[in-house]
């Protein structure tokens, strides 16, 4: 089965302890990427990978670090986590056309 | 900023009426999608349409795509309490290596 998984689902954390929220994907996609959802704000990208050790910036990056050393697996960074990082985020892959597929999300507490 | 922008932010209706929700954007686009999220769990593809036609129909689902005007509709015919969610337009924009999500209608069908 086609499928994105996240881990972990759920994080309460406090200020400043570094974290790794993983993603893998079983589609052979290349283009992965990472979204946080906030109310009133929609869904914004944070990172984007068109392959294999190619990343680039979306449209909020700061605070976040992704890495790409591997076709399936994307991790997301939070090296100094902040309250303002408290969010919903989804993983992503996509198709040539860009259809997205997305992970269940992880709902991020940051005390 | 926000490509897509979708209205009615929030849209209730009863069960059997249809639901039509609408969607701008700004640049030349290569497609739009529309992605369907039940509350707190990860965007689900419906339908993509492309920059070349004008009417997609998919089951329950017909999307129009007005280039000019730069604005897409959903229509969900024969509403069902299932389809309570949120809908996002997606836009595919040209030269760009992202899509750029809107902030989503919330769609509640009464019993």
């Known amino acids: 089965e086609a499928q994105v998984t996240q881990n972990p689902r759920y994080l309460i954390t406090v200020t400043g302890k570094k974290l790794t929220v993983t993603c893998s994907q079983n589609m052979n996609h290349e283009y992965m990427s990472w979204y946080r959802q906030d109310p009133g704000l929609g869904l914004r990208q944070i990172y984007y990978?068109?392959?294999?050790?190619?990343?680039d910036k979306g449209d909020v990056p700061e605070g976040y670090k992704v890495s790409r050393k591997e076709k399936r697996n994307f991790p997301l960074i939070l090296e100094s986590p902040s309250p303002n990082q408290t969010s919903l985020y989804f993983c992503?892959?996509?198709?040539?056309?860009?259809?997205?597929?997305f992970g269940p999300g992880t709902r991020l507490t940051v005390l | 900023s926000q490509q897509g922008e979708e209205d009615p932010q929030a849209l209730s209706i009863q069960e059997g009426e249809n639901a039509t929700m609408n969607c701008s954007y700004k640049t030349s686009i290569n497609n739009l999608q529309w992605y369907r999220q039940n509350s707190g769990r990860g965007l689900v593809h419906l339908i993509l349409?492309?920059?070349?036609?004008r009417e997609k129909h998919s089951g329950r689902l017909r999307v129009t795509l007005d280039t000019s005007k730069k604005s897409s509709s959903l229509l969900i015919t024969a509403s069902r309490a299932a389809d309570t969610a949120s809908y996002f337009c997606?836009?595919?924009?040209?030269?760009?290596?992202?899509?750029?999500f809107g902030q989503g209608t919330r769609l509640t069908i009464n019993p």
């Open positions: 992503a892959t996509t198709t040539g056309l860009k259809e997205q597929f």
């Open positions: 349409i492309r920059s070349n036609e």
């Open positions: 997606a836009t595919d924009p040209q030269g760009a290596q992202k899509l750029v």
């Open positions: 990978s068109m392959n294999v050790e190619v990343t």
